[in-house]
């Protein structure tokens, strides 16, 4: 099974600041990796698909990058919202496999 | 409104039986692959298993095949997973999960979640 690795594992940051987490693939994955933002809880939330495509209706704050076997999820100003653990997935092959999951704390 | 709705969770015995519903509305249910994916107390999520639209096509994790069967009723517009032999490590909340295609078919999300139920298996 193709192994997720996210990190960091958790981070504090403060409103307006610009938050970045990584997710790598332990093979290549293409593009086909979505991120989720998950609050206590609720069920996880789709934010992008593809890599770098944005679901309807998320924030345009969010955004991701990356292909092959490094991901990144940028929050451009963070906001008293997103504060929230957030989990990597891939689909390209199966068993579809999730990232451990970044903590976003506030600071 | 377009909704998931699980249920059928609750507490069980290790080597017993359960079989999770999946009740959808708001979309076209027989258009949709459609998947189970749990969460440990704690834990990340779990992708579990997952079905094709017309019911022909089925991918299980490793640890549940062979005990846990995904189906379907697209009359119903449900989905639904029997789990045997149930163990300690298959305690977690258990949701139903609609996948979109995007990109003309060629990408796949996670789109729709519905609110999960629990399972605990335990003596």
């Known amino acids: 099974a193709i192994q997720m690795t996210q990190s960091p594992s958790s981070l504090s940051a403060s409103v307006g600041d610009r938050v970045t987490i990584t997710c790598r693939a332990s093979?290549?994955?293409?593009?086909?990796l979505g991120w989720y933002q998950q609050k206590p809880g609720k069920a996880p939330k789709l934010l992008i698909y593809a890599a770098s495509s944005l679901e309807s209706g998320v924030p345009s704050r969010f955004s991701g990058s990356g292909s092959g076997t490094d991901f990144t999820l940028t929050i451009s100003s963070l906001q008293p919202e997103d504060f929230a653990t957030y989990y990597c997935v891939q689909d390209y092959n199966y068993p579809w496999t999730f990232g451990q999951g970044t903590k976003v704390e506030i600071k | 409104e377009v909704q998931l709705v699980e249920s059928g969770g609750g507490l069980v015995q290790p080597g017993g039986s359960l079989r999770l519903s999946c009740a959808a509305s708001?979309?076209?249910?027989?258009?949709?692959?459609m998947n189970w994916v749990r969460q440990a107390p704690g834990k990340g999520p779990e992708w579990v298993a997952n079905?094709?639209?017309?019911?022909?096509?089925?991918y299980y994790l490793d640890s549940v095949r062979g005990r846990f069967t995904i189906s379907r009723d697209n009359a119903k517009n449900s989905l639904y997973v029997q789990m045997n032999s149930l163990r300690a490590e298959d305690t977690a909340v258990y949701y139903c999960?609609?996948?979109?295609?995007?990109?003309?078919?060629?990408?796949?999300?996670?789109?729709?979640w519905g609110q999960g139920t629990v399972v605990t298996v335990s003596s």
């Open positions: 093979q290549g994955i293409r593009d086909d």
């Open positions: 999960v609609r996948v979109s295609l995007y990109n003309s078919g060629t990408r796949s999300a996670l789109d729709v």
């Open positions: 708001g979309f076209t249910f027989g258009n949709y692959w």
């Open positions: 079905i094709r639209q017309d019911g022909t096509e089925k």
